[in-house]
């Protein structure tokens, strides 16, 4: 049987600030990283299955 979900905490103070300034400015990925990221994508869906229900 599954776990309840725990509420997700609430930010204040400077983890708040550094969660928003993050949240504007992303992080920016390579080409390289970007197709990397996609051909690991591609591997994984054309593996999955799922039933029709």
């Known amino acids: 049987m ?3 979900i725990k509420e ?3 930010l204040y103070g400077e ?3 550094r969660f928003e300034r993050e949240i ?3 992080k ?7 197709r990397e990221m ?3 994508y591609e591997l994984i869906k054309s593996r ?3 039933p029709v229900l």
């Open 2 to 4: 599954a776990r309840p």
């Open 8 to 10: 997700t905490p609430t």
């Open 15 to 17: 983890e708040a600030r």
């Open 48 to 50: 999955a299955t799922f």
């Open 38 to 40: 996609d051909a690991a």
């Open 28 to 34: 920016k990925i390579s080409a390289k990283e970007r």
């Open 24 to 26: 504007a400015n992303p």
